[in-house]
């Protein structure tokens, strides 16, 4: 997770910002990250921060298809971080 915020840190600052929540998904504690903008992919990966899927953005803004539930089934949100710039 540091990794990943250093990385978004070290980039000019988006629009939108970025933002890291945490979710449980399929009995699992995931986390996503919201897409940079537009037509890009938002991501979301487990604890040892493998990619599991994207499941929203793209040309058809319904990500890559590997998750089409994961708008329906995520439980629990919680804020982990954010960009403050």
Do not use: H
């Not at 990500?63 to 089934?73: A, I, M, T």
């Amino acid at each position: 997770m540091k990794a990943r915020i250093a990385a978004v840190l070290a980039e000019r600052k988006r629009n939108p910002i970025t933002r890291i929540l945490r979710y449980q998904y399929e009995g699992k504690t995931v986390y996503y990250q919201s897409a940079p903008c537009c037509d890009q992919f938002s991501q979301v990966f487990d604890t040892k921060g493998r990619l599991i899927c994207n499941p929203d953005g793209g040309i058809t803004g319904k990500g890559d298809g590997k998750c089409p539930d994961f708008e329906k089934n995520k439980t629990n949100e919680k804020l982990v971080w954010q960009d403050p710039r």
